[in-house]
């Protein structure tokens, strides 16, 4: 019982000390809109440099899973998502802090979140092996199948008008393609400026639609309803913990889903975040999926179990092909160098001791991060008590702070002004903003890996139907667009 | 509440750190800013992210000559533009020793390619070249290409390899032209958003060859899953021993990334007199030498004169190469 050892060397009250300061650092990092995940163990890694292999690893796991943790909160009770993989928990979160129900909706999100951290890290302990193979099968043209199916997910978050919903996406896939061309880095829509030769972070655009529109809401709620709440949510009712049981099986798929996304290279706890929530939502009952994004639970189960189960899922090409799969696991890939650890087939044999206690302080890092969160609820809900002048005043300069903190970048922060200005109106006429935000995260992966795919097979198209992966991610994401229409066309013709 | 403050806690040493040393002013007198060196605290700005290599390098720097200067040395990274935004910022910042910029070889590689408006003779003073990467031919340990010859035969023979790299324009895409140019032949390019796609590719045996540093590769060849080939350098990499250079090979080729501490280039020249002495004791010193090995990159020191030499010669092989692609 190798993990048992592990647990045992987890046995010093300075480890123990650090891991739960990595997980409220993570918590605090994640919470703020702009820090995400990346930014956080990036700008920790320096630190654990001087301390030893288990500490300071465990420190950097800590914030990663605090961080991808915490964007929950600030995305239910403020609508305002704090790292892009909070996204998709916004839609029904907020929607559940309206109804008065943000107890019950942050108490999903850090159970859920719990879940998926602690099966994706079961799955890396005993399946990476097997799993690292998913690493290696993933080219270019499956990554633009994954992307494809990704994008088709569009119309199951557009929310009330699909027209819309497809608008706001097509929008959003314009403006992915604002900066170098991917494949020849020529400049495409910059007009000379250099800040725009890498394309609009999302980030910057992210928080501007959803946060800095969501105080202007609030100010302009406060200007022209005088007489009413002051506060931010009008009322707060007990945690229904009775849900609880019913959405198991929700967070359960949507963990393994999010561990096999998190293996595979380039995509991240964003991705899925929403391949999780349309899941969820493509086999939910007809009642129950005509609730989602109206506040219904298991959006929320879906959304966070998924992107938490990247964490662990990440972990796998890297630790046993030395391949990071997203951004976080590239910067910790740096931090198992610095401390002389190689990952690779051989690191079981070479540092197994170590491994293991790596793999038992991710599981206590799980436990102490739905302690953490279930014992912040009463602190965190307290947001919905300050006064509105005060909310709008603190969402608008932690948004400015988060924008600039980017890429200590001005640009970044106008970007979210006007993105805030075009998000006000989007929200007055009913046009969804994660629509926008899916396009800017998927747009430039499709393109780019469409025309890869494409200078590999040296132009021929049957690359993407001869290889299996490729063809049946293809497969579902058109079967996924197209199964809406033609169930309403049945319909139509029955009657 | 108590969280938003616990947050702006954290917030604010992130803003000390990004509102430091934007204002440029102008040149003072030399000799008596040089006697007076440094008056306050230093900065180093990077152009590329957190956490990756080029931040690593300029903190292992900045550290090692905190202790040598005894001000303190920050780190403020500005991304964008492959590196265009953090190096206009530099040559911007204010030209008195006290900002410095960590440029790469982008510094060289961008204005060739017509993405910045960037010259290193004019913008930059030289003051110390921390590390030099070589870029290497990398195939899977499964490929029929034991040797460089072998590897080169293929691509005589009309064979269309399939090679890897981190981007169009980008050092190692560059540096596989140069090669294909080089021997006459005709390969592949696949660009990747950086080099670790391209690795998992080769890897996956979705790819035949990456031509990325020694440095991306190593981990996979120590496990036997990758074999080196060829380094494109003057002298073997001593990460590397066994593995020849291309010149070994009679193809007289040595390119790479390779990255330096400079300062705008109306700093007075004493100034950089000074600061050079410390980088240079600072880049030389034991602790840092060790960074830079444990980080797997290749270390290389210049003093200025060295540094602009380097400079000198590289310009011309991509004010060359580059026009050549035709990359736009």
Redesign the interface.
Known sequence: MNLWEGFLGLADPMILILLVTGVL?GV??G??PGLTA??G???F??VTFGMEAIPGLLLLIGIYFGSIYGGSIAAILLNTPGTPAAAATAMDGYAMTKQGEARTALNIAVIASGFGSIISVLMLIFLSPQLANI??????PEMFGLALFGLSIISSIAGASLVKGLIAGVVGLLIATIG?D??????RYTFDQ??L??GFNFIPIMIGLFAVSEAFIMAEDYFKDKGGPMKVAAKLLKTNWRLMPKLFPTMTKSSFLGSIIGII??AGADVAAFVSYNEAQRFAKKEDKALFGKGNPKGIAAAEAGNQGVTGGAMV?LLT????GDAVA??ML?AF??Q?I?????IFQTSGELMYTLFAGMLVAAIVMVIIGLL?IR??T??LL?PKTLMIT?ILV?ST?GA??I???MFDVYVILGAGIIGYFMKKHGFPASPIVLALILGPMAE?EFR?AL??S?GSLMIFATRPIAATLIALAILSLFTPLLVKFFKDRKN | ????L??MG??VP??AL?ACGDDSSTEANGEEAAENFPENSLEVIVPY???GGT??VA?AFAENLQEELGESVSV???????G??GM?AGANSSADGHSMTLVTVELLTLPH?G??ELSYEEDFKPVALLNEDSAAITVHADSDYETIEDFIDAADSGE?L?IGNS????IWHLAASALEQEIDGSF??????GA??A???L?????DAVSVSPAEVI??V??G?LRVLAVMADERVDALPDVPTLSETGIDLSIGTWRGITVPADTPDEVVDVLADAAATTAQSDDFIERIE???LGYRYEDPAGFTELMNDQDALFGELIPSLD??
Do not use: C, W
């Open positions: 650092l605090i990092i919470s703020l990346t930014m163990v990036a700008l890694l320096p690493a290696l099968n993933f080219s270019a170098m991917p494949m020849t880095s020529y400049p250099p800040v030769l890498e290279p380039g090409p092909l030395g391949i990071p590239a910067v740096g160098v610095v002389g190689q990952p690779g087939p051989q912040g602190l965190f307290k947001v300050v603190i932690l702070i600039f903190a890429n200590n970048n780019s890869r200078t590999m040296e | 509440m108590k969280k938003y616990l947050s954290m917030i992130l803003m990004a992210a957190e956490g931040d690593l903190r403020s990274n500005r991304e964008g533009g492959g265009a935004v206009q390619s993405l910045a269309n399939q981007g169009t324009g980008a592949n390019h696949v660009p990747f958003d670790a796609p690795v998992n590719n890897l996956g045996g979705h790819i981990n996979q120590e496990n899953d444990t980080l797997q990359l736009n």
